[in-house]
């Protein structure tokens, strides 16, 4: 896993802001990430509404808001998904793509998923 990778985006494109990280939790399991998360930055563990909340509230405070999710949303009603909708609205968004699929694996996902699978595992949505 590019941790170390999606980490120094964070750290370096954070360098002088207020930033917030916001990582999905349905799909994904954070914790070798958060070791990488510079202390001072604060992160919500994406888990319910309370924490959608959360973010919600922080996004509002903050300039910079890094999403980290899996491609393929497994939370109850696509709640990730929309949550990144909702805190993209009215700012800039740039997608980092992480881990790519190999071509075997995308086969398998046309064949589940139909046309237009994702390409990549992980994503870093840079919210500003």
């Known amino acids: 896993m590019p941790y ?3 980490a120094g985006l964070i750290r370096n494109g954070s360098v002088g802001q207020n930033a917030v990280v916001v990582l999905d939790t349905y799909s ?3 914790d070798p ?3 990488l ?3 001072k930055i604060p992160v919500i563990l994406l888990g ?3 924490s959608a909340e959360q973010a919600r509230k922080a996004a509002r405070s903050q300039p910079v808001v890094w999403f980290w999710r899996h ?3 497994t939370s109850p009603g696509k709640f990730v998904t929309g949550l990144e909708d909702e805190l993209s609205q009215g700012r800039r968004a740039v997608t980092h793509e992480f881990l790519p699929y190999s071509q075997p694996e995308q086969w398998v996902l046309r064949i589940v998923r139909g046309p237009n699978p994702p390409a990549y595992f992980y994503q870093l949505l840079e919210i500003r």
């Open 4 to 6: 170390e990778e999606m």
């Open 28 to 30: 994904s399991i954070p």
């Open 33 to 35: 990430f958060l070791q």
């Open 37 to 39: 998360i510079p202390p």
């Open 48 to 50: 319910g509404d309370d």
């Open 71 to 73: 491609t393929h949303d």
